[in-house]
């Protein structure tokens, strides 16, 4: 067990790959794929109820589940009963910090660090079992954000389910940053780590009090970044060195109803960190009910076509469908246990 993990925080599609495969080509630490533990059961936890060891042993066996299942496969498979009977606490916060200290077993190194942007929402119950934990917030520009959603496999694909989104995650990224000491928080601004990767490295060394290393810079050439790019087009950049001028991209790329969709419901926290409007004047002063519901069927419709390609492209399809339903499986059975179960109806 380690008091001092590392966790990468902020809103998908900001360079938390990049970030991630950098760390983890570091001698002493490791950075796993994550398999996204909380995002999925963060909200399902409760439904377990009463954490009895028979209990505790299920949820378990859920988490193990999944984690045995990433679309992203990691090189061990987790034993639901060992991760019970190794977790320092009975909660979900235990369960996945011993499959993290597992791989942190397999990889040799020193210290876990963990990719999944999500747990942004989980702060608090982080701090509750860690000692001293260190957070990286990775923050890109919501325009940009945007332009590489659209075509993403994993995220939001409509401008404005992406705003939102990097609206609230930004402000619980400033809400953590208020409440946490100075050495447990560090923003990292995606256009810095691209345009400055040795300086911008540096500093986040200096702040996890670890050495910077040459190699940190060729992470694209490990077999990590190789693995990765070759399995999603979502992630195809991973093997590629740092692209410099992969900013500013939304001009190009985003219309001009877009930009002003966007710089409506993010434009007063573009000056937060340090971004400025594009456009000088803006046409909307609503957002009606209506126009959601067009939002929410354009997205759909563009999710359908990304996915169509998807089904072509990435080797890893098979392993998203499979992740679907197992979640939704997951979901069924947490229905289950906060409906029926006092009627004796077991959710297996």
């Given at each position: 067990?380690?008091?001092?993990?590392?966790?990468?925080?902020?809103?998908?599609?900001?360079?938390?790959?990049?970030?991630?495969?950098?760390?983890?080509?570091?001698?002493?630490?490791?950075?796993?794929?994550?398999p996204h533990i909380f995002n999925y059961f963060g909200k399902l936890y409760g439904s377990y109820h009463d954490l009895n060891e028979i209990i505790f042993k299920k949820l378990s066996r859920d988490v193990c589940l999944l984690v045995n299942n990433h679309i992203h496969p990691w090189e061990i498979k987790v034993k639901s009963d060992s991760i019970a009977e190794k977790s320092r606490?009975?909660?979900?916060?235990?369960?996945?910090?011993?499959i993290y200290d597992e791989y942190l077993n397999y990889s040799g190194k020193k210290r876990w660090g963990c990719k999944s942007t999500f747990m942004i929402e989980y702060i608090d119950e982080i701090c509750k079992h860690v000692k001293e934990p260190k957070f990286l917030w990775l923050i890109r520009d919501v325009r940009d954000v945007a332009v590489s959603s659209k075509k993403s496999v994993f995220n939001p694909n409509h401008p404005y389910?992406?705003?939102?989104?990097?609206n609230e995650q930004q402000e619980l990224g400033l809400a953590a940053e208020k409440k946490l000491p100075e050495d447990?928080?560090?923003?990292?601004?995606?256009?810095?780590?691209i345009a400055k990767p040795h300086d911008?490295?540096?500093?986040?060394?200096?702040?996890?009090?670890?050495?910077?290393?040459?190699?940190?810079?060729?992470?694209y050439k490990t077999n990590t970044a190789q693995k990765g790019s070759n399995l999603s087009a979502s992630w195809e950049n991973t093997s590629?060195?740092?692209?410099?001028?992969?900013?500013?991209?939304?001009?190009?790329?985003?219309?001009?109803?877009?930009?002003e969709l966007i710089?409506?419901?993010?434009?007063s926290m573009l000056p937060e960190f340090g971004y400025e409007k594009y456009l000088s004047t803006n046409s909307i002063s609503k957002i009606s009910k209506f126009?959601?519901?067009g939002f929410k069927i354009s997205d759909l419709l563009k999710r359908i076509q990304i996915e169509l390609a998807a089904s072509f492209k990435d080797k890893n399809y098979i392993l998203f469908i499979k992740r679907r339903f197992i979640v939704k499986w997951l979901k069924l059975k947490s229905f289950i246990r906060n409906n029926f179960n006092k009627k004796g109806i077991k959710d297996e």
């Open positions: 067990m380690i008091d001092n993990p590392i966790f990468i925080i902020g809103t998908e599609r900001s360079g938390s790959n990049l970030l991630r495969l950098i760390l983890n080509t570091h001698s002493e630490i490791c950075v796993p794929h994550p606490s009975r909660s979900l916060y235990g369960i996945y910090e011993t389910f992406v705003s939102k989104l990097w447990q928080i560090l923003r990292v601004k995606y256009e810095d780590l911008t490295i540096q500093k986040i060394t200096d702040f996890l009090g670890i050495s910077f290393e040459e190699q940190m810079l060729t992470y590629k060195p740092i692209i410099k001028d992969n900013y500013m991209k939304f001009p190009d790329f985003l219309s001009k109803k877009e930009i710089e409506h419901i993010s434009g126009s959601v519901f």
